[in-house]
């Protein structure tokens, strides 16, 4: 079934507004959606994975694009929903735009320059070939550049994750158990679930592998005071909370109040009692300050410059600056050093991102342990084997996309050394001694 001829002046239209890079292209297909209601959900659905299939391959198909005698929108616009759909099923196409699409679709890219193939930004093409290498470098573009799969999270709390398999399949939606998160899965089409009971009722939350492994090293326990520093829209708060089974106490804390919003429905939804939502002005605000050495396990998932996640957002690598990263270093550094106070002696910190350079990751960590003797790092490998999940890591937690199958996450578990014991207060019949320490009044 052809999609109407309107669906490419649709998608040209808000693919001008996606490449002016001043917000999210997620934000704007959903204001665009919401200004044309009249779009059913497969026109909205291939408007969106033609954008995103332009925004992967935005490098390959400029090129292209720039020759012809259509104009150069018109013919990103073509290239990005025939990738996306398919050119059968787009009605409304010209010849010659026709044999067009068919010259496109018998390239070889793999006879192309290495950047072009990669379709990143040479800023970064330069920095993922002085880290991994240029070989390496195209195998990870190549994982980046192809749409992420739908993975679940099995809430604890109120089901098992065969349970969620079942009761999937009746929809029926196939799902697979992962190989590394204990309670996630993998379904394997992309169907809608926000109409699901399961979805309605709290037994399932939409969340990467990644991310949940990410959750799972904490080791937060039955119990515990427990804080989620930078919690965002609580995807991992909601984890870290069912694996303390609803018991102790859980801070959610960001600067921003409209992601804490979003977890407030999330929240409801999980059944979980423990979660403490908290709005901070910053890392030194006075509401983190009271708690400095009570809290058993801290996470730490730093504001970063996102590229690991860019088979999701894959706008961030047009939008993100080269210039943007040190300033993500200095806060980075900042949130770890202030998130650090508020470990008890023998606590944990994971410091995380979904960062994909060593600037906002191995760095950090060891930068912050030269400044923080009372610190030791544990390795990862150690952290892993303590929670029986099946990765080989060496001191960090290096997750890649064309490795694991999942977003791009670094993870670096730091625990404070015990702290020395409190010299007893005298009692108030005992002299207390004088101080000989040498100076004079």
Known sequence: MRLPPAILANTEEVLREILRFTAPADTTLSRYFKDHPRLGSRERGAVAEGIYAILRNKSFFTDFAEAGQSPTMRRLTILGLAEAVGVDALGGLTEEETEFLNRIAQIDRTLMPAQMQSNLPKWLFDKFVAQYGEAETLQLAHALNQPAPLDLRVNSIKATRDDVVAKLAEAPIAAEPMPYAPLGL??????????????????????????????????????????????????????????????????????????????????????????????????????????????????????????????????????????????????????????????????????????????????????????????????????????KIALEMGDYLKMLPHKHQTDGFFAAVLERKPLPPRAPKPKDDEEVPADDSGTEE
Request: charged residues 30%; hydrophobic residues 40%.
């Open 186 to 387: 993998r379904v394997l089409k992309k169907p809608s679930l926000q109409n699901l009971p399961l979805f309605k009722d709290g037994a399932i939350e939409v969340q990467d592998e990644g991310s949940q492994v990410l959750a799972q090293i904490v080791g937060a326990k039955r119990g515990e005071m427990v804080v989620d520093f930078c919690a965002g829209a609580g995807g991992k708060t909601l984890a870290l909370g069912a694996m303390m089974r609803n018991t102790g106490r859980l801070y959610a804390f960001d600067v921003s109040e409209k992601r804490l919003a979003k977890l407030k429905p999330r929240l409801a939804r999980s059944g979980l009692s423990n979660v403490h939502p908290v709005q901070i002005a910053h890392e030194r605000d006075a509401k983190v300050k009271r708690l400095a050495g009570k809290i058993d396990k801290v996470l730490v998932d730093a504001p970063c410059s996102g590229l690991g996640t860019l088979r999701r957002n894959p706008d961030v690598k047009w939008r993100q600056k080269e210039t943007a990263i040190a300033e993500m270093q200095e806060k980075q550094a900042a949130i770890l050093d202030g998130a650090a106070r508020l470990l008890k002696g023998g606590g944990r910190l994971v410091y995380a991102t979904c960062s994909l350079l060593d600037e906002e990751n191995d760095q950090i960590v060891e930068q912050f342990l030269k400044q923080h003797e009372e610190f030791t790092l544990v390795p990862m490998h150690q952290v892993l084997a303590e929670q």
